[in-house]
């Protein structure tokens, strides 16, 4: 799939993807995982953060209001977009553009699932970009699906196990929200192959986590 056909994919379920937030239901991202990441930052008060795979923000908002200086970023425009609009009061930067973020500048930043959505060769480019953006010392957190557990049902999604289980192999993930079944294609990547990607763009890996049985957290360092 072309980086073209990616965007035009996410600017095409942007809406999906904000009625499945707006939704009052508890979303484990963000009552389990998202926190537990926070929980591992520490204060983040004072620091610069990159949330790369913002969406509309959600996470963006609650680390501006915690003190951070927040840029996000998301290939979608119209997601972007979406994001501004809610944050007209806050001084929250969002881009689309990836030329638009600064290299060796942020000292915290969060890929929440967002590697997944990348075939091979671009998911290992996404990690080098990141090592690029973030500041010698800096720390990234990483959030997958774990891939042990396709093919059981959760309450907030469903992935499908793929016809092969390799590394890179495509399968479906089905999110319901109000608008009708969001069905996005992600890729399977097992732990040891994440943390083999991780090495290679020289990364250090600092710890590993399964969260709510179905993500996995990879903590991770540049010196």
């Known amino acids: 799939m072309s980086n073209t056909e990616t965007y035009k994919d996410w600017d095409d379920s942007a809406e999906q993807y904000q009625a499945y937030f707006d939704d009052p239901s508890e ?5 389990t995982v998202f926190p537990r990441i926070l929980q591992i930052l520490g204060n983040i008060e004072g620091k610069t953060v990159l949330d790369f795979g913002c969406s509309m923000g959600r996470f963006s908002r609650i680390m501006h209001d915690m003190g951070a200086m927040v840029t996000g970023y998301d290939l979608s425009q119209k997601a972007v977009e979406i994001a501004n609009s809610l944050d007209i009061k806050r001084n929250i930067e969002y881009f689309s553009r990836p030329e638009d973020l600064k290299n060796n500048y942020y000292e915290i930043v969060i890929c929440t699932m967002v590697l997944l959505c990348n075939p091979k060769t671009q998911a290992f480019q996404l990690v080098k970009d990141i090592y690029t953006y973030t500041k010698p010392g800096g720390i990234v957190g990483f959030v997958n699906t774990y891939v042990a557990t396709l093919g059981r049902s959760f309450p907030n ?39 083999q990607m991780f090495k290679d763009n020289k990364f250090q890996l600092q710890g590993e986590e399964i969260i709510a049985e179905q993500f996995i957290l990879h903590i991770l360092k540049k010196n």
């Open 27 to 31: 979303k484990v991202s963000s009552t």
């Open 157 to 195: 999604f469903y992935s499908q196990v793929p016809q092969e289980q390799k590394e890179g192999s495509p399968y479906q993930t089905r999110i319901p929200t109000p608008k009708g079944d969001l069905v996005v294609t992600d890729y399977f990547y097992t732990p040891e192959h994440l943390k």
